[in-house]
């Protein structure tokens, strides 16, 4: 950021943007080493929720016929009300998913692949080949993944996916998300704004809109770049020191975590299988709001609280160490028994 400021800025001026234009395409292919895409088929660019949304018409668009979007009842809000939003104002219905919803009819599902409350990992690629036999795609949404678990878009059959990079790929505050579309669909999407950033002639200005065939397609407007070359070091440090190694810690500090929460006592819902579980435990307990406000106040351990009952304690395996696991959990213990 110091280099973007204080040289490309500061000395370049606007002459930078040769090279800053590309940067969406650049940064979403380091995010290859994280999630498994090859190079061109995922754009860094604004927030989650506008790549849902996005997201959500791209997927309209590949299945006309359909009029139903399926998301569940529980799933992350800015989710839901996306999904919400778009069938309102398109006039299609919202089914809820459930183990056994139809999909005959549905044209996209949209599903996180780890629970935001309890860290479940779900069977994503039972589920995309589920939705994809009865003929509707599935948007996942990997924001506690990315950076969290090993996950591979291709060996699984995810073709679209977006995710954040201010959670577990370092990215800072505001951060821009990502956006993973399949190459052999990339050519097929259409999205629901239009921006000169997709533009295929950007600077031909006059002529009427005619977007790129590639990744492109789905971006807007002027990247932030302070955020994006957060992020691009942010997912760099997270290719640097690898996926299995990341991951290989994420397992080992949620399995000491739970210990823990055994040795005092306390309840979680986070699996006990490693692998079915991501980088946070639940703990629940009837009194979770204040219980967050009081570790934040009295011990600086800062947790969310995700209603009704959760402590949510993220463990996030480049920067929490086994003794701030034992020192949060401990402290939550003592708060409980006081
Ligand atoms: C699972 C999930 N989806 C979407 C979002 C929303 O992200 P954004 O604020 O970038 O739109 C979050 C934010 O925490 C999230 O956890």
Known sequence: MKQVIETEWAADLISSWEHWLDMPRKVGDRMGLIIGSRPGEVAVHDNTTLNIFQGVHMALGLCPDRKVVVVAADEFPTDRYVVEGIAHDLGLSVRALTPDTDLSDVAVVVRSVIDYRTAEVCDVAACTAHAREQGALVLWDLSHTAGAIEFDVHALGVELAVGCTYKFLNG??????????????????????????????????????????DIRRVLLGTPNMLSLVAAEEGIALSGRAGMPAIAKKGQALTKFGLGVIDHFGLTTSTPREATRRGCHLAVHHHNAAQLVTDLASQFKVIADVRPPDIVRLGLSPLTTRYTDVWDGLEKLSRLINQ
């Not at 399949?182 to 295929?200: D, V």
């Open 172 to 213: 800072g505050p505001g951060a821009p998300a990502w956006a993973f579309v399949a190459e052999h669909l990339q050519s097929q999407i259409q999205q629901p704004i239009k921006g000169w950033f997709a533009q295929k002639d950007q600077f031909a200005m006059e002529k009427p809109f005619a977007p790129h065939d």
